[in-house]
């Protein structure tokens, strides 16, 4: 059995962010998504929150979020989230996923300039 832990605030207020994050779920307008979305290049679908955010961007879709709390998870290096949070694809970790990611939006899309 895990430790509880009570539920925190992410953001100290709420408002528009760039990328949303979606291990709580998400809420996504079915327009806001083209479908070019499904093209992902290969790497970046490891990162899929930075590519529907940015896909969403296209569309001109702004991703709000609240400051409501929200559970805290166990420790993730020692639960199943822990594998995607530490996966290398090809040789290339999340972190570099994530900046992969973030450039070919911005080169393709002309976003988050």
Same mark, same amino acid.
């Given at each position: 059995?895990?430790?509880?832990?009570?539920?925190?605030?992410?953001?100290?207020?709420?408002?528009?962010?760039?990328?949303?994050?979606?291990?709580? $779920?998400?809420? *996504?307008? @079915?327009?806001?998504?083209?479908?070019?979305?499904?093209?992902?290049?290969? +790497?970046?679908? &490891?990162?899929?929150?930075?590519?529907?955010?940015?896909?969403?961007?296209?569309? $001109?879709?702004? *991703?709000? @979020?609240?400051?409501?709390?929200?559970?805290?998870?166990?420790?993730?290096? +020692?639960?199943? &989230?822990?594998?995607?949070?530490?996966?290398?694809?090809?040789?290339?970790?999340?972190?570099?996923?994530?900046?992969?990611?973030?450039?070919?939006?911005?080169?393709?899309?002309?976003?988050?300039?």
């Amino acid at each position: 059995m895990g430790l509880v832990h009570p539920p925190r605030r992410v953001y100290a207020k709420a408002g528009h962010v760039d990328v949303f994050e979606g291990f709580l $779920g998400a809420l *996504i307008p @079915v327009n806001s998504i083209p479908d070019e979305a499904f093209k992902i290049p290969d +790497i970046v679908w &490891t990162v899929d929150d930075v590519w529907l955010s940015g896909m969403a961007a296209t569309t $001109g879709t702004m *991703i709000w @979020v609240g400051n409501e709390a929200r559970p805290v998870y166990s420790d993730g290096t +020692i639960d199943k &989230t822990a594998s995607l949070r530490d996966h290398v694809e090809n040789g290339v970790g999340r972190n570099e996923a994530d900046q992969l990611a973030v450039n070919y939006l911005r080169k393709k899309y002309e976003i988050w300039q």
